[in-house]
């Protein structure tokens, strides 16, 4: 049986679905022009990331820092693996991006806001979705334990 997830886990991972849903939404009123619309949508999509941030570092230090195994072998050990290193190295690209995001946006510097997120949108939903993922392979599917 896979192991418990605590309150925390299970609301990161909402928090990060929410945050996924978020930037989708936000990218699809930005096509079509609906300024003002998108930009509180991905407001709320950085205040629902950030406040993920915090509550995975508060849940970090309520468990020393303790983490999960995932008990699989082979391929799926190695997959499992190669998608939590992605994960965590663009995780930490988020942040930075996403401010500089919402400066520029705010700003009204739209042709550089428009050359960042062509590529920084990506990253950010692949972490949100990676991060339910994730959660749901550790927590629902974590073979052996």
Partial sequence: MPPV????????????????????????????GRVDAHRRVMLCAFALSALFLALYLARKLVFGFESHSFHAAGAAKAAYLLLL?????????????????????????????????????????????????LYVLLYHLNPGT
């Fill in 85 to 133: 290193a992605s994960h965590v190295v663009l995780a930490m690209t988020v942040p930075l991006l996403a401010i500089l995001l919402i400066r520029l946006g705010l700003a009204d510097r739209r042709d550089a806001h428009r050359r960042l997120a062509r590529w920084a949108w990506p990253v950010w939903m692949y972490v949100s979705v990676t991060g339910v993922v």
């Fill in 5 to 32: 997830p605590d309150a925390l886990a299970s609301t990161n991972a909402a928090l990060n679905a929410a945050a996924a849903l978020l930037l989708w939404r936000g990218r699809g009123l930005a096509r079509r």
